[in-house]
Structures are given as structure tokens and as C-alpha cells.
């Protein structure tokens, strides 16, 4: 797979212009605030699951170069990016005490420890994690007509496909010198969806409430939660998602296809934002 210049990201966060931002419609949209934010965290802490994963591919030159020259720099972009847009839409927001409460926390779980025993198997879980994250920008963009917002979150979102697309190149190199069966794929994919659906952003949305409205019923949070998850699963990019959390399995196209429906329901259940 040619690899990207190092040095020539597709884009820049400084080409993204604030003064654009139509406010009327996105200031007062109570669930892209929880969930904005919250992404805005995940995204500006890939600094540290990028040197766990850089040592754990320690001694290939072509997976830990991209991780470093690439991935790395465009997940900072996406974080750098999110807390602009935040911050210019929810000033009072205290972006950066929430944001180092939240990492003191995600520190202590973000360890090389929680990786996939073998390569192969951490890129397989790798792929789920991009199909999660370029389905939740893809959804986000449906769900809002503020036109800075859709602009940012395309760029990412096509960010986030492409690093599905190296990760699943290497996912293949590694599957077949490891020998990796179909089963232990299956079982790891479907481990990373579990994660999806707690750890991260669990952890980032209850520093959101800390800092914004800490006295918060646990009510109150739930209704939060049915309304964000309900607002991506009614713009989740369901064909697309499957497809892409179907495809390291690397099944003949007619047991995909009929697999693609018993998943929907599955699918929207695991990719959502817990609270």
C-alpha cells in the first residue's frame, strides 16, 4: 500500500474558519454539546494509545512509521480541531481542567496491557475502533445543518476511513504469518465492540457532567444517553458500518450479504455513546 508523504497531512485545522460558525444552529443543541465534547477528548488523548501501539509493533518499520508520521498526527488534528469548534460555540465550557481530569483517569486504563495478544489481532480490533469512529462522524454530519460542523466532521470522518484502510492492509500481512482462523477473528471483533460501548466514552461524557452540570440526577443522564443514542442511530450509516466490521472475516460475498441485516440491530446497539 503507497504510503502518504509524512509531512503532508490531507488536510489543516488551520484552514477551518470559526467566524463561520452559524450559532443560532448549534448553540443550544443540548446533545451535540455532551457529544462533541466528549469526542474532542478521546481524539486529543491519541498520543498515548499511539506509543503503545508504536511499541508494540516495535522492530516493523512500515506499521510503527505510519503510526508516528500519520495516524498519530491527524487523531491530534481531529482533537485539535473538536476543541476549537467547542470552545468558539461553548466558551464558559472549561475545555482543558474537564479535559485533564478525564486523562488523569484514561491514563490509568490506556495501557499496553489492554492490547490484543497477538498483531493480527490488534489490527483486526483496530478496524473495529475506525469502523466506530467513521460512522459516529458520518452520523453526526446527518444530524446537523450548522455548515463548520459538517465541514469538520466530514474531514475527519474521511480521516478515519483511511486509517481503516492501512490498518486492515497490515491487518492482512499479519493474519497470514500468524495463521490467524476466522474464529479468533470473530472473537475479537466482537470483544472491541464490547469496548465500544463502555471505557472511553463512559469515561469522557461523565467528565463532561462533572464540569458542566455536576449535580446531575442519574435520571437526567439517562435521558441524555436515549436522546444521543437515539440521534446516531437514526443517522448511522448502517451498509457501511456492517460492511466494514464484516469485512476482516473475509467471507465470501453472499454469506456477507446475508449476514448484513441479522447485524443491524447488533450494530446500533454497540455504537452508541454510553453515559
Not at 452520523?139 to 484502510?165: G, N
Amino acid at each position: 500500500m503507497t504510503q502518504p508523504a509524512a509531512d503532508k497531512l490531507a488536510w489543516n485545522v488551520q484552514e477551518i474558519d470559526l467566524s463561520q460558525v452559524d450559532l443560532p444552529r448549534i448553540r443550544n443543541n443540548e446533545n451535540l454539546f455532551y457529544l462533541l465534547i466528549a469526542s474532542s477528548f478521546i481524539e486529543s488523548g491519541a498520543d498515548l494509545y499511539t506509543s503503545n501501539l508504536v511499541d508494540f509493533f516495535s522492530g516493523d518499520p512500515e506499521v510503527s512509521s505510519w503510526l508516528q508520521s500519520r495516524w498519530e498526527k491527524e487523531e491530534m488534528q481531529h482533537g485539535q480541531a473538536l476543541r476549537a469548534y467547542v470552545e468558539h460555540v461553548w466558551p464558559e465550557f472549561p475545555w482543558q481542567a474537564a479535559f485533564d481530569d478525564f486523562f488523569k483517569e484514561y491514563a490509568t486504563l490506556c495501557v499496553a496491557e489492554e492490547l490484543e495478544p497477538t498483531r493480527a489481532q490488534e489490527l483486526a480490533a483496530r478496524c473495529v475502533v475506525e469502523t466506530g469512529t467513521s460512522s459516529l462522524y458520518r452520523a453526526i454530519m446527518s444530524c446537523t445543518d450548522e455548515p463548520v460542523l459538517r465541514q469538520i466532521t466530514d474531514l475527519i470522518r474521511r480521516d478515519e476511513v483511511t486509517h481503516y484502510k492501512h490498518f486492515y492492509h497490515f491487518f492482512l500481512r499479519y493474519r497470514e504469518s500468524e495463521c490467524l482462523t476466522r474464529r479468533k477473528t470473530l472473537g475479537t471483533l466482537y470483544r472491541r465492540l464490547l469496548e465500544l460501548r463502555n471505557s472511553d466514552a463512559e469515561i469522557a461524557l461523565r467528565h463532561v457532567f462533572n464540569h458542566h452540570n455536576p449535580t446531575a440526577s442519574g435520571r437526567y443522564r439517562h435521558e441524555i444517553n436515549q436522546r444521543v443514542s437515539g440521534m446516531i442511530r437514526r443517522n448511522l450509516p448502517v451498509d457501511m458500518t456492517i460492511k466494514m466490521l464484516l469485512k476482516p472475516l473475509l467471507l465470501k460475498p453472499n454469506v456477507q450479504k446475508a449476514l448484513q441485516w441479522p447485524l443491524l440491530g447488533v450494530t446500533q446497539v454497540f455504537l452508541r455513546m454510553p453515559i
